[in-house]
C-alpha cells in the first residue's frame, strides 16, 4: 500500500521539475513511510511513497523492467501475482525482484492494456511507457484503491489523493457549486466529478491513456448480474461459496509483515476472521470499538464473542464526544471531499490502536453489496411485489398507507407508503436522503435563491439514473445491488476505508470485494440473496457452524456511532456556533433562518444527525481547502482547522 503521484506535460519538449514531484509526495507522506522515490525525465514525473508489505528490501519504485522501456507507480496489492510471475516465467520473462509491481510492468509489456483483466486485487497504478510517450493510469474494477487527476491545457497531473495534485501551483483549490447540491442530496459525491471543480476520480473499473496530447478514460470490467437459473440447490452454492471465499481469503493473508482483523462484531468481519485463522501460523490479533455515552448498540459484546472462539489477541478503544470532534479537522483533511461517515472516525481511532501491532488489517467491508445485506434491499422487494399485484390500485393504497402511518406515528411506514404509486427509477437514487433534498427545494427553506439558482437537480442525480439506465433489467434486487456498488460503496465506504487507515500508514484489505467472489455471488438467484426476512441468506447458510449463531442471527446494526445523541448534547453550542458563524452565513448557500430550523430541529427530516454532520463537513472543507488560500504543500492539517 503506498501513495503515488506525477504529472505528464503535453508538450514533449517541456520537463516536469523533480522538486514538483517531491512537493507532491509530501502532502502524502503518511501513505508510505517506509520509502520514496521520483522518476523525473522529460516530459514526465512519477512520484511514490511506499509501506512496505512484500519484498521488504526490494520493492523501491518507481521501478522499470530490464530495457528501461516501462516505469510504473503502483498502490495497492495484486493477490495472484505469483500465478502470473509463472506464467510470465514460462515466456522467458526475468525478475528482479519478489514484488507484485515488477509482474505488472511485465505483464504489460506481454499483453499492453489487456493485462487490466488478469489482474487480482486492489491496484492504482501509473505506467510511463518511454518509446511510445504515453501514460497509463488504471484503477481496480471496484474503486478500492483511489486515484485522481486533473487535466490542464498543457499537463496532466494524477495522485493517490487530491490534495497532491493541489501540490502544483498550475491547479487552484475551486469549488463546484452545483456538486455541493449532489452532496447534500446523497452524504456522499456519487460520479466522476468531485467538490474540487476541474478534479475528476478515474472511475472504478478504468483505465485513463494519455499520448500525443490526448486523454482518453475507458472502462475495462463492469459486474454483471446474469439472469441466474431458476433454481439452485442451496447446498451446493453454499459449499462452492466457503470453497471462494476460503480461497479469497488466503490470498489476502499474503504478506510479509504481521495481519490484523477488524471486528465489527457483525457476520462479515467474523467471518473473514474464521478463515484468516485457519491461515495462520500464529494467534491473530483482532481489533473492535466502542462509545461512550452511546445509548446504541454496543457492538463490542460480539466481537469478544468472535475472538474467544477463535483464539485472537483482542484489543478495543473507546470513543467519546471529545475524540469525534476533535478528530474532525483530521477527517477533512484526510476524507479531501465532504463524506457524510461518522463511523469513519472510529475507523480512524481502530486503525490507530493496530498499527502498534500489525501494518495490514483485513475487514469485512463489502458483504452488504455483495451478498444483499442491507434491510432496504427487503423492504424494496417487498414494496415491488405488492406493487405488481395491485397494479391500478397503487395509488388508493399508497394513500391509505400514508394515512395509517400517520395515525400510529411511523416514519418508515410513511416513506414506504410514498414510494408504491412511484416507479422504482424515480425513487431508489435518493433513498438516504429524500425528506432534506425536498426540505432544500422549498421556497424559504434551508438554500438561499442565489445558490439555487446555481444548481440544478437534473445534475444532482445524474450519475445515478446513469447507474439505474446502464444496470441490469433482469429483477429489482440487481439492479440495487449494482447501483450501490457503483457509487455507495467506491464513492463513500471505500474511500473512507482507505482514507482512515493510511491516515495511519496501515493497509486495509478487504476479501468480499474479489471480484471473483463478487462475480459468483451476481450469478445467484434472488431467493438465495433475500430470503423472506432474511438478508444474505445464502451467505449465512454457508457459515453456519464458523459463525456463532448468536452474531448470525442479531439483528443488522449497521456499526452505529452516537453522533446524533451528541449533537443535541456534548457537541451542540459547538454545532452551533460552527454553523451560525458571520463566515459561514457569508458563503451564501444557506439562509440563516434555514439552519436554525434545522438545527433546532423543527420540520420534518429523515435523518436529522446525518443533514447537521453533512452541513458541519462542508463548512469544514471551505475553511480547510479554500480559504486563505487552499491547502499549503504538507502532509499536517491545516493551521485554520486545528484552531477550531
Known amino acids: 500500500m503506498c501513495g503515488i503521484c506525477g504529472k505528464l506535460m503535453f508538450d514533449n519538449q517541456a520537463t516536469v521539475s523533480p522538486s514538483l514531484v517531491t512537493d507532491m509526495l509530501q502532502t502524502i507522506s503518511y501513505r508510505g513511510p517506509d520509502d520514496e522515490g521520483i522518476y523525473a525525465r522529460g516530459p ?49 520473462y526475468r525478475f528482479q525482484t519478489r514484488t507484485d509491481t515488477e509482474v505488472i510492468i511485465q505483464l504489460y509489456a506481454d499483453m499492453g492494456v489487456g493485462c487490466l483483466e488478469k489482474l487480482r486485487g ?46 502544483d501551483p498550475g491547479i487552484r483549490a475551486e469549488v463546484e457549486p452545483a456538486i455541493i447540491d449532489r452532496f447534500l442530496t446523497f452524504y456522499y459525491v456519487p460520479g466522476d466529478e468531485t467538490l474540487f471543480r476541474n478534479i475528476s476520480k478515474l472511475p472504478a473499473g478504468s483505465y485513463l491513456l494519455a499520448r500525443n496530447g490526448r486523454v482518453d478514460v475507458r472502462q475495462y470490467w463492469d459486474l454483471q448480474f446474469a439472469e441466474p437459473a431458476k433454481y439452485q440447490d442451496p447446498a451446493d452454492v ?53 462509545f461512550e455515552n452511546c445509548g446504541i448498540p454496543d457492538e463490542r459484546p460480539y466481537a469478544r464473542m468472535a475472538a474467544e472462539l477463535y483464539g485472537t489477541q483482542h484489543h478495543e478503544i473507546t470513543v467519546g464526544p471529545d475524540d469525534f470532534v476533535g478528530f474532525l479537522p483530521q477527517y477533512i483533511w484526510h476524507m479531501e471531499e465532504p463524506v457524510c461517515e461518522p463511523p469513519a472516525i472510529a475507523l480512524f481511532y481502530i486503525s490507530k490502536l493496530a498499527r502498534e501491532y500489525v501494518k495490514v488489517l483485513i475487514s469485512g467491508e463489502g458483504g452488504d453489496e455483495a451478498f444483499a445485506g442491507y434491510v432496504n434491499y427487503r423492504y424494496n422487494l417487498w414494496l415491488e411485489k405488492l406493487k405488481a399485484l395491485a397494479g391500478p390500485l397503487c395509488s388508493p393504497i399508497s394513500s391509505s398507507f400514508s394515512a395509517l402511518s400517520r395515525l400510529v406515528g411511523s416514519k418508515k411506514l410513511h416513506k414506504y407508503a410514498q414510494r408504491i404509486d412511484v416507479p422504482f427509477d424515480e425513487y431508489y437514487y435518493s433513498l438516504t436522503s429524500d425528506p432534506f433534498h425536498r426540505f432544500n427545494r422549498q421556497s424559504e427553506g434551508l438554500y438561499s435563491s442565489d445558490f439555487v439558482s446555481q444548481i440544478s437537480k437534473e445534475n444532482s442525480l445524474l450519475p445515478i439514473r446513469g447507474y439505474l439506465a446502464d444496470g441490469p433489467r433482469q429483477n429489482v434486487l440487481s439492479r440495487m445491488q449494482y447501483v450501490d456498488i457503483k457509487s455507495w460503496l467506491p464513492d463513500d465506504l471505500l474511500i473512507k476505508a482507505d482514507r482512515m487507515t493510511m491516515a495511519n500508514s496501515v493497509e486495509l484489505r478487504v476479501p468480499f470485494l474479489d471480484h471473483q467472489l463478487l462475480e459468483f455471488a451476481a450469478t445467484l438467484p434472488t431467493n438465495l440473496r433475500v430470503s423472506g426476512l432474511t438478508t444474505k441468506y445464502i451467505l449465512k447458510k454457508a457459515l453456519k457452524g464458523r459463525v456463532p449463531k448468536q452474531i448470525l442471527e442479531r439483528k443488522k446494526a449497521g456499526f452505529p456511532v452516537p453522533y446524533e445523541s451528541w449533537f443535541d448534547g456534548d457537541l451542540k453550542g459547538w454545532l452551533h456556533d460552527l454553523l451560525l458563524q458571520q463566515s459561514t452565513l457569508e458563503r451564501g448557500y444557506f439562509r440563516k433562518a434555514g439552519l436554525q430550523e434545522l438545527l433546532n430541529g423543527n420540520g420534518v427530516y429523515e435523518d436529522r444527525g446525518k443533514d447537521l454532520f453533512s452541513l458541519a463537513i462542508l463548512e469544514l472543507w471551505h475553511r480547510a481547502f479554500l480559504d486563505k488560500g487552499g491547502p499549503s504543500v504538507s502532509s499536517e492539517t491545516p493551521a485554520v482547522l486545528q484552531a477550531q
Open 238 to 290: 453454499a459449499a462452492r461459496l466457503v470453497e471462494l471465499l476460503d480461497e479469497t481469503v488466503n490470498l489476502h493473508m499474503i504478506s510479509d509483515v504481521p495481519i490484523g482483523v477488524l471486528l465489527s462484531g457483525g457476520v462479515d468481519s467474523t467471518a473473514v476472521l474464521s478463515f484468516a485463522a485457519e491461515k495462520s501460523e500464529k494467534n491473530l490479533s483482532t481489533f473492535t470499538v466502542g
Open 122 to 167: 486492489m491496484f492504482s497504478f501509473a505506467l510511463w511507457d518511454k518509446e511510445e510517450q504515453s501514460l497509463l493510469l488504471a484503477r481496480d474494477r471496484v474503486g478500492i484503491k483511489p486515484l485522481y487527476y486533473a487535466v490542464t491545457g498543457t499537463a496532466l497531473v494524477f495522485a493517490s489523493e487530491i490534495k497532491a495534485i493541489l501540490a
Open 44 to 92: 514526465v514525473g512519477l512520484g511514490h511513497k511506499r509501506l512496505s508489505i512484500i519484498d521488504l528490501a526490494g520493492g523501491h519504485q518507481p521501478m522499470c523492467e530490464e530495457s528501461g522501456r516501462f516505469w510504473i507507480v503502483f498502490n495497492g496489492e495484486i493477490y495472484n501475482f505469483q500465478e502470473l510471475r509463472n506464467y510470465l516465467s514460462s515466456k522467458g
